[in-house]
């Protein structure tokens, strides 16, 4: 069975700081991961995807990674902004499947 | 194109009543998927459908719970004789297929 870990559960930066969001999990035959956004009370933003068959993908100060022979993906967030907090979830897409999420990380950026 | 709609964005109501909640997907999309997000957790999967067929309800709680996918109209959730613990907030997907996903803004359920 397929289970996600997200790390830290939350994290509070000042403004301007890189920062990496870590997400591992046990199973490495998946079809793509996906890194959300969540925002208080709102619904669930897709930030990235990432094919099973690629190691990365970038959007704007965004960056994610994917090893899969570790069970492993990143986020980066570069120049982290205020407008940057929020939940951010990881999830994976195996085969025929539904998603598989995380519990996601808190991020808080303070200005 | 509009996104995955979802409504009602919130829904109160008294134990033992019945809640339905409704998912109009993305135009094109025949993959419909519900979740739930219990406060401080992750999202659960709950059921997977397309038209008129459900293909993974492994999530779904055996009672009270129904989903359907009709031919025509929305995704509806159906929960009946809900109950305190039903209260979460009920967040509704769609692709055009397998893997790549787009969630609505969620229907939030109160059960007093």
């Known amino acids: 069975k397929q289970e996600v870990t997200q790390i830290p559960a939350a994290l509070s930066v000042p403004e301007g700081e890189n920062l990496v969001l870590n997400c591992s999990f046990t199973?490495?035959?998946?079809?793509?991961l996906q890194w959300f956004r969540q925002d208080p009370g709102k619904g669930l933003t897709s930030l990235l995807l990432?094919?099973?068959?690629?190691r990365e993908q970038t959007s704007g100060r965004l960056n994610a990674s994917l090893d899969k022979s570790s069970g492993r993906s990143t986020l980066y967030i570069a120049a982290s902004q205020p407008g940057d907090s929020a939940t951010y979830l990881c999830?994976?897409?195996?085969?025929?499947?539904?998603?598989?999420f995380g519990k996601g990380t808190r991020l808080s950026v303070i200005a | 194109n509009a996104g995955v709609m979802q409504n009602p964005r919130h829904l109160v109501r008294r134990r033992g009543q019945e809640a339905r909640l409704r998912c109009s997907p993305m135009k094109g999309h025949s993959h419909v998927y519900w979740y739930r997000q219990l406060p401080e957790e992750g999202l659960k999967f709950m059921v997977y459908?397309?038209?008129?067929?459900?293909?993974?309800e492994s999530g779904m709680p055996k009672e009270r719970f129904s989903a359907e996918f009709p031919k025509e109209g929305p995704s509806i959730l159906r929960i009946q004789q809900v109950v305190r613990g039903d209260s979460a907030a009920y967040f509704c997907?769609?692709?055009?297929?397998?893997?790549?996903?787009?969630f609505g803004q969620g229907t939030r359920l109160t059960v007093v």
């Open positions: 990432i094919q099973s068959s690629q």
């Open positions: 459908l397309q038209k008129e067929n459900i293909i993974d």
């Open positions: 199973d490495s035959a998946i079809y793509n």
């Open positions: 997907a769609s692709s055009l297929r397998q893997g790549e996903a787009f």
């Open positions: 999830a994976l897409g195996v085969g025929n499947t539904p998603l598989v």
